[in-house]
């Protein structure tokens, strides 16, 4: 498992991504944007979590994160897709979410041919649900996939990257050879605001300079049925 983090890092990492998250008069500081969490429907063969983690039924939904477990070679359409995904928890808040986060095993510990989402609520991780959005790809070699995933979520989370609205949710896909890391946004066709988001992403991440990145729109993955080949690159 990647280095612990602690609640007060993680929360402070947020808060001074995300300026005006607001501290509720119990000290808890609450995030702006909507979201929530999910984990396999099957959970026989892994264990998702370090311990076991309690929900308020009181909780508002802001976060969620959809993770998934399929075996190798076995090809998924978009109905089959969600229904191997269970909801995780929810929350509201910085603190909220680290009580969950600290308990979620990392993407190192993962099986190959799994997929951890991050989205906004409201939004299926499918290419149907937003036709006109596209993501942008980075793959990374095995065993960086844990650190880069933590700053990702962090980053989107605390809204680093200018129009909240315009992400629309983030994911690990943990494979053989490579894990890849993507984030969705609304409109491939806007150029200006999707360079934007590489260049954002790029920054908050420390990719190397001369580190690859790749582009492709869900028209095209509709098209071709493939998440990651076919892509636009970019240097």
Known sequence: M???VTSNGVANRIVQQQSDAEARKD??????TPWHQAIPQD???????DAVYRESSQRHIIVYTRFMHRPPGQKIISDDYLS???EVGTFATIEEFWGLYSRMRRPNEL???SDIHLFRKGTRPVWEDNPKGGKWIVRLKKGLSSRYW???VIAVIGDNFGDSSEITGAV??????EDILSLWNTNASEGRIGLRIRDTMKKLLDLPGNCTMEYKAHTA???DGSSFKNTETYR
């Open 150 to 152: 933590e700053n990702l």
């Open 221 to 223: 993955a509709l098209t």
């Open 84 to 86: 191997g995904v269970k």
């Open 27 to 32: 000290g808890m500081h609450v995030l702006r």
């Open 43 to 49: 959970l026989s063969t892994i264990n998702f979590f």
């Open 2 to 4: 990647s280095a612990p």
């Open 172 to 177: 690990i896909s943990i494979r053989n050879n």
């Open 111 to 113: 099986p190959n041919i």
